[in-house]
């Protein structure tokens, strides 16, 4: 509804800047500022809920907090993240998680002052909305694909295949839940890797080319690659295929 509101306002400013209308463009621009402020509410509300479903899924698989009330608030959140990205309520699977492929290391944590044991810094609150990548970050993103892949492909069709890559790492709570609360270092050790190489796995059958060719090079191919998927889950991204042809 918001969106249909955005560009009903649009058009109201096309058709005003036509007509040399500028308390009607100043009006219509008003008002569509105003239904796009709303959605990057709704979208920061998104996003902020997703960041506690997977945290939370990541957390309760080591902890047992032994809190029914937060479990269920925990099983409502993520039905209605499902809900928000549209899926009907028969789809939604609220099965639990499985922790898989993890170890448990000693930490060479350095203790406080006075010998106080370090204290473990809570989560951020999260829930930013990035509102559109700049030339910069564009222009980056073209150099690293033409690094990886050469002129293999077109450039949208490259694009569409490291979003895929993404799509498919994002199925995976542990995976975000580790990019999200650990440095690259930490998170690039865990079940990042795995996951990016299962993705490239079962893009064969959508983006054969690509995928062949990422998986016939060295392993620094499927390193750059998982570089670039890192650094995409970590900000939230994908990226614009439009914004390619700049």
């Not at 902890?63 to 099983?75: K, Q, S, T, V, W």
């Not at 009907?88 to 106080?116: C, H, M, N, S, W």
């Not at 650094?231 to 939230?236: A, C, I, P, Q, S």
Request: negative net charge; charged residues 25%; contains cysteine.
């Amino acid at each position: 509804m918001l969106r249909e509101g955005v560009e009903t306002w649009e058009a109201a400013f096309e058709k005003a800047r036509k007509q040399g209308n500028k308390v009607g463009m100043q009006s219509a621009d008003h008002h569509r500022h105003e239904y796009g402020d709303q959605i990057k509410t709704l979208m920061a509300f998104k996003a902020g809920l997703g960041r506690f479903c997977r945290t939370y899924a990541y957390v309760a698989q080591l902890i047992d907090f032994g809190d029914p009330e937060l479990e269920n608030f925990a099983a409502f959140a993520k039905l209605l993240q499902k809900r928000l990205n549209g899926e009907p309520p028969e789809t939604v699977d609220l099965k639990g998680l499985v922790l898989t492929g993890f170890d448990i290391k000693q930490r060479d944590d350095t203790p406080g002052e006075a010998g106080e044991a370090p204290v473990l810094k809570p989560i951020g609150p999260g829930g930013q909305v990035r509102t559109g990548d700049d030339p910069h970050y564009v222009r980056e993103i073209i150099d690293r694909l033409n690094r990886l892949f050469g002129n293999a492909t077109p450039l949208r069709d490259q694009a569409t295949f490291v979003n895929h890559i993404v799509a498919i790492a994002k199925e995976n709570d542990v995976v975000v839940a580790q990019v999200e609360n650990n440095t690259r270092e930490q998170a690039l050790k865990g079940n990042l890797p795995g996951a990016v190489q299962q993705g490239v796995v079962r893009a064969l059958s959508s983006h054969q080319k690509l995928a062949t060719l990422v998986l016939k090079s060295d392993r620094q191919a499927m390193s750059a690659l998982t570089d670039v998927i890192y650094e995409l889950l970590r900000d939230h991204r994908t990226i614009d295929v439009d914004d390619l042809d700049v």
